[in-house]
């Protein structure tokens, strides 16, 4: 007699903030990989979120120069920029300003958003002005999107004269990851069980990004099952395929990603400049790189999953 195949439970093992850990059992054997594998990648790459997609600094023209008086350049504005946890309720582009003079701290704080838009870390430190001449004026541009979208895909888009284009990081997870066990049921000894943990930008909850995945796929599982699905389904807008994943990575400069100054220095003594770079690594060979310690290998493989790439199946 052929065995049916019972659905599973999910259980939520914690939730703490912007953290939660969540397990689903029991699973036949093999699918706590294949489910969690494919939640991982839907979650990392198709969610929707809001990002920063464009600046505009009074007196600047291109973002290989310095502000006078303004400790930080334009590439260090925009690396701290990327930083910024919005979430824009609107479908519509929305414009965001701030205008700072006199020594101190910029923060995220003293940016003017439009009621449809929130800012969920005020505290993030945006630049430094160094004396009572500085003055310090821009205007973000912040749109909605999914995955992560870097500038050179977005080439035919239309920017205001003196906006500088950012890479868009959309995906309101910071950090995903899974493991898989093995349970029981009566006599079966062999099942799966799945445990999802994910940390996110508190623009949306660990649970709700589970589910907004979930119902990606099954939208997707629909299709093939020659089922109507209702809505417009998953937008084009994003990193999907394999080679615009590819691609992408090979636009990213390590210097780019927030890595600490050690972690950096080492890639680039080893003549790992890009992320594509590092993905092209097995996870022996990133382990050996000279003067590369366990700290770093962590440091490299959280900020992988948090921009979305997967080093498990780059480095086989």
């Known amino acids: 007699m052929i065995q049916n195949i019972h659905l599973p439970e999910i259980k939520t093992i914690k939730e703490t903030g912007n953290q939660g850990s969540y397990s689903v ?19 990392l790459s198709s969610l929707p979120g809001s990002a920063v997609t464009a600046v505009k600094i009074d007196g600047v023209t291109h973002e290989f120069t310095t502000i006078p008086h303004v400790k930080e350049d334009i590439v260090e504005i925009i690396l701290n920029l990327k930083q910024l946890t919005v979430k ?9 300003y701030l205008s700072a003079s ?73 950090k995903v990851r899974y493991t898989v066990e ?7 000894t062999d099942l799966d069980k799945l445990i999802i943990e994910l ?12 589910v907004q995945a979930s119902e990606i796929l099954v939208n997707h599982f629909l299709v093939l099952a020659g089922k109507e ?11 999907k395929p394999e080679k615009s994943a590819e691609d992408a990575a090979s636009k990213i400069l390590v210097e780019e990603v927030n890595l600490s100054p050690r972690t950096t220095n080492a890639l680039l003594n080893n003549d790992i400049k890009t992320i594509a770079d ?39």
Do not use: C, W
Not at 33 to 38: R, Y
Not at 132 to 156: C, L, N, S, T, W
Not at 229 to 239: I, N
């Open 102 to 174: 006199g020594e101190g701290k910029v923060t995220a704080r003293d940016i003017k958003a439009p009621s449809q838009v929130e800012i969920l870390n005020p505290d993030l430190e945006i630049a430094t002005l160094g004396n009572a001449k500085a003055k310090f004026e821009m205007e973000i541009k912040v749109e909605q999107g999914r995955g992560y979208v870097p500038v050179d895909k977005r080439e035919g888009e239309k920017l205001q004269v003196g906006m500088i284009a950012i890479d868009a990081i959309y995906t309101p997870v910071k």
């Open 229 to 239: 699905v209702k809505g417009q389904g998953m937008v084009t807008e994003g990193v």
């Open 88 to 96: 824009s309720h609107s479908e519509e582009e929305q414009y965001l």
């Open 199 to 210: 940390e996110t930008d508190g623009t949306i909850s660990p649970k709700e990004a589970i």
């Open 278 to 316: 590092v993905l092209n690594l097995t996870d022996e060979e990133l382990k050996s790189l000279k003067g590369f310690g366990n700290k770093a290998y962590q440091e490299v493989r959280e900020k992988l999953d948090e921009l979305g790439f997967n080093f498990e199946v780059a480095g086989e």
């Open 25 to 43: 059992e029991p699973l036949y054997p093999g699918y706590g990989m294949t489910l969690g594998n494919s939640l991982r990648r839907v979650i």
């Open 182 to 188: 093995s349970t029981r049921v009566g006599q079966m």
